[in-house]
T-cell receptor, first 111, second 114 residues
Framework: GENVEQHPSTLSVQEGDSAVIKCTYS??????FPWYKQELGKGPQLIID?????GEKKDQRIAVTLNKTAKHFSLHITETQPEDSAVYFC??????????FGAGTRLTVKP | EPEVTQTPSHQVTQMGQEVILRCVPI?????FYWYRQILGQKVEFLVS????????KSEIFDDQFSVERPDGSNFTLKIRSTKLEDSAMYFC????????????FGPGTRLTVL
C-alpha cells in the first residue's frame, strides 16, 4: 500500500519568512496529493491540492509542487503570518479512495 | 458554505461498551469516509463507503468496527466493544462524485475509553 513520509516534523520560522514542507510517496499509482491544515481541536482543512498531471499549483501565498518521477511533493508558504501556525499534513491517494497521510509538520510562525 | 458535522464532540465510555459516532456529510456528496487520529499521531484511514457499501477499508478496520448509512443524511461508525487503544479523534469526511478525491473533513469526535 501507499506510504507517505513527511519532513520536517517541526518547523519554526519568523513572520514574513517562507516555509517549505516536503513529502514523499511510494505508490506510483497515486494521482491526487492534498495538503491539510489542522488547528488545535479542529478537523483537517483542505488548503491546496495537486493532481498528477500538474507540476505546480499556486493559490496566493501557498504553492505546491509535484515531481512524479522522484515521487515527492512540497508545500511552500511565503510571507508567513502567525495565523499560519498549525499542523500541516500531506496526503496521497489513487483511484481507490484510500487516502494515506504523512505524519504532520507542526509549523510555528514567530511574530 | 456546506460542511460536514459530527456528533457528539466528545464521547466517554467504559472499556467493552459499544459506541456509535455520527456524521452528517455534505448533502450532495456520495463518498463517505472515517479516519482516526490518536493523540499526537498522523491521521489514519479507516474506511470508505459508497453506494451503501464499503469500498475500501484499512487493516485497522477489523470486525469490531462497522459503518452504516441508516437514512439519507447520517453516516455512522460503530465500535462494538471498545478497547483502551480505541481512544482517539475520529473524523468523518465526504466527497462528491465528480471530484471524489477532494475530501472535506468534519470537526471530529474525541472518543475516550476508560
Amino acid at each position: 500500500g501507499e506510504n507517505v513520509e513527511q519532513h520536517p516534523s517541526t518547523l519554526s520560522v519568523q513572520e514574513g519568512d517562507s516555509a517549505v514542507i516536503k513529502c514523499t510517496y511510494s505508490d506510483s499509482a497515486s494521482n491526487y496529493f492534498p495538503w491539510y491544515k489542522q488547528e488545535l481541536g479542529k478537523g483537517p482543512q483542505l488548503i491546496i491540492d495537486i493532481r498528477s498531471n500538474v507540476g505546480e499549483k499556486k493559490d496566493q501565498r501557498i504553492a505546491v509542487t509535484l515531481n512524479k518521477t522522484a515521487k515527492h511533493f512540497s508545500l511552500h508558504i511565503t510571507e508567513t503570518q502567525p495565523e499560519d501556525s498549525a499542523v500541516y499534513f500531506c496526503a496521497a491517494s489513487g483511484n481507490n479512495n484510500d487516502m494515506r497521510f504523512g505524519a504532520g509538520t507542526r509549523l510555528t510562525v514567530k511574530p | 458554505e456546506p460542511e460536514v458535522t459530527q456528533t457528539p464532540s466528545h464521547q466517554v465510555t467504559q472499556m467493552g461498551q459499544e459506541v456509535i459516532l455520527r456524521c452528517v456529510p455534505i448533502s450532495n456528496h456520495l463518498y463517505f469516509y472515517w479516519y482516526r487520529q490518536i493523540l499526537g499521531q498522523k491521521v489514519e484511514f479507516l474506511v470508505s463507503f459508497y453506494n451503501n457499501e464499503i469500498s475500501e477499508k484499512s487493516e485497522i478496520f477489523d470486525d469490531q468496527f462497522s459503518v452504516e448509512r441508516p437514512d439519507g443524511s447520517n453516516f455512522t461508525l460503530k465500535i462494538r466493544s471498545t478497547k483502551l487503544e480505541d481512544s482517539a479523534m475520529y473524523f468523518c469526511a465526504s466527497s462528491s462524485r465528480l471530484l471524489y478525491n477532494e475530501q472535506f473533513f468534519g470537526p471530529g469526535t474525541r472518543l475516550t475509553v476508560l
